[in-house]
């Protein structure tokens, strides 16, 4: 297989690297389509910055409710914190999974483009 299938993948669509092959005359149709129907459905990246900073802005509260020296509070806002730390990650392991499983499928598309116009050279 030719190293043309990993040139800038996963960040460009089928056309680009057929383009950048020069294999558009000798690409299977069927396999092509499912490789731009992918490329569409194509999941958005997780923004690890953003999570960062809401669990940095939530551990920085912390500070005054420990100053502030009410324990109900601090215990209340730290349950919410924590619950909402569970579901930031929770939330990013289910979009991990499914940006590699979507990158996966996307790479044996091209493989299978790459291997269906390697026959017909």
Request: hydrophobic share 45%.
């Amino acid at each position: 297989m030719d190293t043309w299938v990993l040139r800038n993948f996963p960040d460009s669509s089928p056309a680009e690297i057929a383009r950048a092959a020069d294999r558009s005359e000798f690409l299977n149709l069927q396999e092509y389509q499912r490789a731009i129907w992918l490329w569409q459905r194509r999941p958005s990246e997780v923004c690890i910055l953003l999570h960062l900073l809401i669990f940095g802005v939530g551990a920085l509260i912390h500070i005054p409710l420990i100053l502030f020296d009410n324990f109900v509070v601090f215990a209340l806002y730290h349950t919410f914190y924590v619950s909402l730390v569970i579901g930031c990650v929770g939330r990013f392991v289910c979009f991990e999974s499914r940006y590699r499983r979507w990158k996966q499928d996307y790479l044996r598309s091209l493989a299978r483009l790459a291997i269906q116009g390697d026959s017909r050279d």
